[in-house]
């Protein structure tokens, strides 16, 4: 049997560049790494990150085969679907908004027809560079089936006020729970309908990988 042991040391150290350095180990025996920019920075670079927000307003509507917005990968894509982050804005609130909550729904059957709809135009995170993706941002989108609910993201409360102010946007991480395997997709309703809906503008960000 060969013994074989990864030199490392304990605590900081100090290097320049060139400079061959033991792996940092902190006091618990585990490995010390810190990210260099952000988490998502080398796949945005390698052009595997695509971003797409609507230009206007959608109603919310509830749970049903009419969606305001879905995030889907075509069943041929041979590529899976990372989202990364959903963000949701109101436009446009009901003279009388009706207490609901946000909810995200999952279309998970391969074997169903794909969403049809409006298609946006994602940009790749790397800008400048342009891979094509192959998940497809649509809006006023029909679905061949209603979907099943999976996260809540927000609630919406009821009540009349005059004086302007301002709401936050609504921003859901997944940071890696979630993945859209080819011929699936998901979508943004409410629970409950209001006597009319309101608008929201919906961003989102995901990763493409080889399946």
Do not use: Y
């Not at 988490?39 to 049903?64: C, D, P, W, Y």
């Not at 074997?111 to 560079?129: E, I, K, Q, R």
């Not at 679905?143 to 009349?160: H, M, Q, Y």
């Amino acid at each position: 049997m060969i013994d074989s042991h990864i030199k490392s040391v304990v605590g900081p150290g100090t290097g320049a560049d060139g400079d061959l350095r033991d792996i940092r180990l902190g006091t618990e025996g585990q490995i010390i790494a810190s990210l260099l920019r952000g988490k998502h920075a080398e796949q945005a670079l390698r052009g595997n990150i695509f971003l797409h927000s609507m230009s206007s307003g959608a109603l919310l509507t509830t749970v049903g085969t009419s969606a305001p917005w879905v995030l889907s990968n075509p069943a041929n894509s041979k590529k899976n679907l990372i989202p990364i982050r959903l963000g949701v804005v109101f436009t446009a609130f009901p003279a009388t908004p009706v207490a609901a909550c946000l909810l995200l729904a999952a279309n998970s059957s391969p074997a169903a027809d794909a969403p049809t709809g409006t298609a946006g135009v994602p940009v790749c995170a790397a800008l400048g560079v342009v891979p094509t993706p192959v998940g497809s941002v649509l809006t006023a989108a029909t679905l061949a089936a209603a979907p099943v609910p999976f996260r809540t993201i927000a609630t919406k409360g009821t009540g009349d006020d005059t004086t302007a102010f301002i709401i936050p946007e609504i921003v859901a991480d997944f940071d890696g729970s979630l993945v859209l395997t080819p011929g699936t997709s998901i979508s943004l309703f409410q629970n409950t309908g209001d006597a009319t809906n309101p608008e929201v503008i919906i961003s989102c960000a995901w990763e493409e990988v080889d399946v």
